[in-house]
């Protein structure tokens, strides 16, 4: 349950992780097309242009659209059961929790790599005492 849960948070992240250099990439190739004819501020005002209209067309797609939460999800009270419904009701916010997750363990390894050391060495020991 645990593996399937932190291989959907890596997947999240990865995809949240690539649909942001996308986006950013085509962002820039917007801005740099238009500051030519227009220059840079007109460029920078019609590239926030599309983007708020591109996020008010997906806010407006979106909007309660969400999936129904199982009765099998509505009765569990487990944190984790409330978690994945939550997730499965909110897909954006789960998205960029799962970024913000992404970036905090990547800082926390940074800044100490012992701890990332001893979570990995506790996820191995766990799994391979499950093993028979």
Request: charged share 10%; hydrophobic share 60%.
């Amino acid at each position: 349950m645990i593996e399937k849960a932190l291989l959907g948070v890596i997947g999240l992240a990865t995809l949240a992780a690539l649909t942001l250099i996308c986006v950013g990439a085509a962002g820039y190739a917007l801005f740099a097309v238009l500051a030519g004819p227009i220059g840079a501020a007109g460029a920078a005002a019609i590239l926030a242009l599309v983007c708020a209209l591109l996020l008010a067309g997906a806010v407006l797609a979106t909007r309660g659209k969400g999936p129904a939460v199982p009765q099998v999800l509505q009765e569990d009270d487990s944190l984790t059961a409330r978690a994945f419904g939550l997730a499965r009701q909110h897909p954006l916010a789960a998205s960029g929790a799962a970024v913000l997750v992404t970036i905090v363990a990547g800082v926390l390894a940074v800044k100490n790599p012992k701890v990332i050391a001893t979570a990995l060495s506790a996820y191995l020991a766990g799994r391979s005492s499950s093993r028979p």
